[in-house]
């Protein structure tokens, strides 16, 4: 059983205090401002799989959450430790690296649907759930160099979508889970 | 193939085993790599690539010797 971090998606870099001119403007630290939502989770046992009834094809879908850090989104949203977490959005999870992506490419603020299987009797709902944002002091060491758009199979179309629109080429990295 | 800078294209990351179904979709594709596709959904190129830390290096030095070409 691994158990993945609470993460922080880095999305965008914003550099506060640029009204000002380099001779006026005080020195400021550098933020990062990053898409969060306040979960520890882990993959579900091979027994949990067979008692839930988890989907499963190569791999076993949905993610158990093992701990929500309070006053969170994922806490206003209503979701605890020992819920299944199946679908973020139209996106299948099967990995935390897979609610990683897609909290970084999302906007703060961004409501999404939450597939969770939970309770006894087990039950599977649609929970509501707002991207929440995160303010990173220490920009510099948080700002990645490559960003995603866009994450999961199924954010494709939207990707190809909006390529044509902007005329530009899609790159698609295709990669492992690594939690 | 014109090699642009990583800022020029949307990128999408898909992982395993989503990335299967991708495959199945677009024969030859890496995994793990980096595939690059037209606006038509045509696959231009690929390239295997062992890390998605690898990629903003690799796009960046592709594009400066595209420059470097171009100028000679």
Redesign the interface.
């Known amino acids: 059983m691994r158990t993945a971090q609470v993460f922080l998606g880095v999305v965008v870099l914003a550099v506060v205090g640029l009204a000002q001119s380099p001779a006026e403007r005080p020195k400021q630290k550098a933020e990062a401002v990053g898409s969060w939502i306040g979960i520890k989770t882990r993959y579900p046992t091979a027994e949990e799989a067979r008692t839930l009834a988890l989907p499963k094809g190569v791999r076993i879908q949905g993610q158990v959450i093992n701990e929500v850090a309070k006053a969170s989104p994922a806490a206003n949203a209503g979701l605890k430790a020992g819920d299944i977490v199946l679908k973020l959005g139209e996106n299948d999870l099967y990995s935390f690296d897979d609610i990683s992506d897609f909290v970084a490419t999302s906007r703060p603020g961004r409501t999404v649907k939450v597939c969770v299987r939970r309770g006894k009797p087990l039950k599977e709902e649609d929970v509501a759930l707002t991207i929440g944002k995160r303010v990173f002091s220490d920009a510099e060491s948080r700002t990645p160099s490559f960003t995603w758009d866009y994450a999961s199979l199924a954010q494709l179309k939207a990707a190809m979508e909006r390529a044509k629109t902007e005329s530009r080429l899609v790159l698609v990295g295709i990669f492992g889970a690594e939690t | 193939m014109v090699i ?1 800078k ?1 800022a ?16 199945r979709r677009f024969p030859g ?13 045509k696959l ?1 190129d690929s390239l295997v ?1 062992p ?3 690898s ?3 690799l ?1 960046d030095r592709l594009s400066k010797n595209a420059r470097k070409k171009k100028r000679l």
Do not use: C, M, Q, T
């Open positions: 642009k990583s020029d294209f949307i990128r999408i990351i898909i992982r395993r085993p989503h990335a299967y179904e991708f495959k594709s890496p995994i793990p790599g980096v595939v690059i596709l037209s606006v038509d959904g231009l690539l890390s998605k830390n990629i903003s290096a796009l």
